[in-house]
């Protein structure tokens, strides 16, 4: 069973780091891409960050020059280094995974809640 397991998550003053991680077990195979969304309370889940296979990365502008995403193939794992947290980035950040050679699939974790309150 192919499954993502998020972990990184918790409570931050703003100014502060975090670095969240997402590993993808099970059967998976021809990994197109691995990112980061999230959904803070009553607003839509948006991008925050992906890389694809070749390693090409793309970030929302609200996550550029602070976030860092990176990814270890070996490992199936990808990372997001959160710098300079601000409130605003308080939410549930879920890691997906695009995968499959002839067909593509989406596969989504179950989320890991990043707060950032003094």
């Known amino acids: 069973q192919v499954q993502l397991v998020e972990s990184g998550g918790g409570l931050v003053h703003p100014g502060g780091s975090l670095r969240l991680s997402c590993a993808a077990s099970?059967?998976?195979?021809?990994?197109?891409?691995m990112g980061w969304y999230r959904q803070a309370p009553g607003r839509q889940r948006e991008l925050v960050a992906d890389i694809t296979s070749r390693g090409t990365t793309n970030y929302a502008d609200s996550a550029k020059g602070r976030f860092t995403i990176s990814r270890d193939s070996a490992k199936n794992t990808v990372y997001l280094q959160m710098n300079s947290l601000k409130p605003e980035d308080t939410a549930v950040y879920y890691c997906?995974?695009?995968?499959?050679?002839?067909?593509?699939?989406?596969?989504w974790g179950k989320g890991t809640r990043v707060t950032v309150s003094s």
């Open positions: 997906y995974v695009a995968y499959g050679a002839a067909v593509r699939m989406d596969l």
């Open positions: 099970g059967n998976i195979f021809s990994i197109r891409a």
